[in-house]
């Protein structure tokens, strides 16, 4: 069973403008990462935040992380054709090695 | 620094028949896990191993198993095939340390097709 649920399901927007996305979860955490997923290949690693962390940034990516509401939201700013994808978050549990519990996922895509 | 390989990356089988697939993690790395990615159930957990050791597990059948090498290479393997174990099959490498930072690093993928 997945750990949450991410909104939107789908997104499409155009060059230039910013994409959110929101991510909730059930259970205390460790950590919340985000990753990028582009047609069905191999899953890269975009931020890791940790649950005493409230916002991080990466480039043009922003993470925010609410533990008392159990959500994280991940910004785009800028967007480029290039960030057409799937994007997922994925919680660790304080007590689970190695797992990452994955939400559904937000499909975006950016028209030049 | 050679990211995480992962051999084959299509297969197909038929039902019943078995299937090993095989993962190289990034050099350093001791802990791989495995995902199953279907359209319908998502991206699920398998298991985790650190060190020649399952650490952790997640709700597959027996016919789901798995072992990693003193290299840290790791295989995994599923017997009895169904259909529904069609699916891509993702690995994930990390240094195994720290819960809080621990990153994962994806292979490409296995693309197993069961006929």
């Known amino acids: 069973s997945q750990q949450g649920e991410e909104d939107p399901q789908a997104l499409s927007i155009q060059e230039g403008e910013n994409a959110t996305m929101n991510c909730s979860y059930k259970?205390?955490?460790?950590?919340l990462q985000w990753y990028r997923q582009n047609s069905g290949r191999g899953l890269v690693h975009l931020i890791l935040?940790?649950?005493?962390?409230r916002e991080k940034h990466s480039g043009r990516l922003r993470v925010t992380l609410d533990t008392s509401k159990k959500s994280s939201s991940l910004l785009i700013t800028a967007s480029r054709a290039a960030d057409t994808a799937s994007y997922f978050c994925?919680?660790?549990?304080?007590?689970?090695?190695?797992?990452?519990?994955f939400g559904a996922g937000t499909q975006v895509v950016v028209t030049p | 620094k050679a990211g995480v390989t992962q051999t084959p990356r299509y297969l197909i089988k038929t039902r019943g028949q078995q299937v090993t697939l095989s993962c190289s993690p990034i050099?350093?790395?001791?802990?791989v896990s495995w995902y199953q990615q279907t359209p319908g159930q998502g991206l699920q957990f398998l298991f985790e191993?650190?060190?020649?050791?399952?650490?952790n597990k997640g709700n597959f059948p027996g016919r789901f198993s798995g072992r990693q090498f003193s290299n840290s290479r790791s295989e995994m393997n599923v017997s009895t095939l169904e259909l529904g174990d069609s699916a891509l099959y993702l690995c994930?490498?990390?240094?195994?340390?720290?819960?809080?930072?621990?990153?994962?690093?994806f292979g490409p993928g296995t693309r197993l097709t069961v006929l």
């Open positions: 050099s350093g790395h001791r802990s």
């Open positions: 994925a919680t660790v549990r304080t007590d689970s090695w190695g797992k990452l519990q």
């Open positions: 994930a490498s990390s240094l195994g340390g720290a819960l809080s930072t621990d990153t994962q690093y």
């Open positions: 259970t205390s955490i460790n950590n």
């Open positions: 935040i940790r649950s005493n962390e």
């Open positions: 191993y650190f060190s020649e050791t399952q650490r």
